[in-house]
């Protein structure tokens, strides 16, 4: 089983393009989505990556073989600290992947000037974790960050067509179109649900990276290069949802995110 983790609904926009990809699609996959705690994107790195390990636990503990952390958040503040504390100790023969790698192989590869824009939740921006990995691919690259906190309850609010809300995309945008950014990471899973709404303030010069599909499209390579994780995968198509809050609101929310109905179990 595949475990996909999210601090709440948003994991589930990453999801949605997984389950897009042919080769994915008859793997089993358990979804958590910790939502009684969320957002995560204003707690402090000790908190998200004691949350994030508590998350991931139960979704080994229910069989997964890999996890992965498809929440900007948790990815930057808690993948590489859980690589290489916990899991050697506590589960040597798992894996936990991230969402931050394919972001960055992804814009160092299609940057045409190397002008890098992310625009992330404020634990994100403050963790410089995803300027790490683009460095790391390319040492050249220039980066510039926007930590945009108010866009998640709005998306989650479904104000996504509201006037006040392409207003604050515009305040959060200025600063990044500023500097001439090619390319602009949406990193935070909330974030593709504006893509026609930020597409429009930043206008035919910039590619905008949509998250879910560069993570489906790495996903796929990861299990061809691993085939001793790939064969401990179990195949048939399960898919389960689960949630540390209400199963309702999960429900509601989840089905806008994944574009399919969702049905959900609590776990508390
Ligand atoms: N899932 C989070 C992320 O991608 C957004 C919501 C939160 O702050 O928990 O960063």
Redesign the pocket.
């Known amino acids: 089983m595949i475990g996909i983790f ?3 609904f ?2 589930l926009s990453i999801l949605k393009e997984i389950l897009k990809e042919p080769s994915l699609s008859s793997y089993n996959f358990v979804y958590l989505g910790d939502t009684a705690r ?5 707690h402090s790195p000790e908190v998200i990556y004691n949350w994030t390990r508590e998350s991931v636990e139960r979704l080994f503990q229910d069989g997964c073989e890999l996890v992965i952390l498809a ?3 948790a990815s930057a503040v808690a993948l590489r600290r859980l690589q290489q504390e916990w899991l050697p100790t506590y589960w040597p023969n798992k894996r936990i992947l991230g969402v931050l790698i394919p972001l960055a192989e992804e814009a160092a590869h299609i940057s045409r000037f190397g002008r890098v824009g992310i625009l ?2 404020r634990a ?1 921006v403050q963790s410089g974790a995803l300027e790490i990995e683009l460095k790391k691919q390319q040492a050249n690259l220039q980066i510039f960050s926007q930590a945009a906190p108010l866009l ?1 309850p709005l998306v989650e609010e479904g104000w996504v067509n509201r006037p006040e809300t392409k207003k604050i995309l515009r305040y959060y945008l200025r600063p990044l179109k500023q500097k001439k950014i090619d390319i602009l990471l949406l ?4 974030y593709p649900l504006l893509y026609k709404e930020i597409v429009a303030v930043m206008g035919k010069q910039t590619q905008i990276v949509h998250p879910g599909k560069i993570v489906a499209k790495k996903l796929v390579d990861y299990l061809t290069r691993h085939p001793e994780i790939e064969s401990r995968l179990g195949k048939g198509g399960v898919r389960r949802f689960l949630t540390t809050d209400r199963v309702d609101d999960f429900e509601r929310l989840g089905s806008k995110f994944l574009g399919e109905r969702v049905k959900a179990e609590a776990i508390i």
């Open positions: 999210d601090s709440g948003g994991g969320a957002p995560y994107g204003n929440c900007f958040t992330g939740t994100t998640v990193a935070c899973t909330h």
